[in-house]
């Protein structure tokens, strides 16, 4: 992972995930249905993240997690994609939890492709890591 860490993005702590260059937040939020997407303006623990290394052996390979527990949601805390992106419950190695996190040259700034495409909203792929001021979520 030494090249996240070279992009300035650091496994494990808490974070919000926002869109690049749009001068708004526009956080990757979680909805008590259980789905997630890029509609928070404000720091709390629907808009809290953590990206936790991925359990395969491919390099900058990521799950997301909402590490903050809503009971509403159930056992569900990966972000998954597809549309909408969506919460399941984590299980270490699935393939279709797991994201390619891919630095874009500016630190903290990032891509995310899964087997689906790279992630894209309202056709913009840069996203960053904000730090959130929360406790960092458990490791995955």
Known sequence: MSQLDRAGITLGDAVLIDLTDDDQPRYL??????SADFTGTS???STVMSL???LVPDRNRVVITAPFWNENLGDGDCVTPGRPLKLEKCVPGKRSQIWH???????????LHS???????????????VTSGAAPGPPR
């Open 52 to 54: 936790q290394p991925a």
């Open 115 to 129: 087997a689906q495409g790279v992630l894209a909203v309202g056709g913009r792929t840069g996203l960053q890591a």
């Open 43 to 45: 720091r709390n623990s």
């Open 101 to 111: 996190l891919v630095p874009t040259g500016d630190p903290g700034r990032f891509e």
């Open 29 to 34: 939020q979680v909805s008590d249905n259980g």
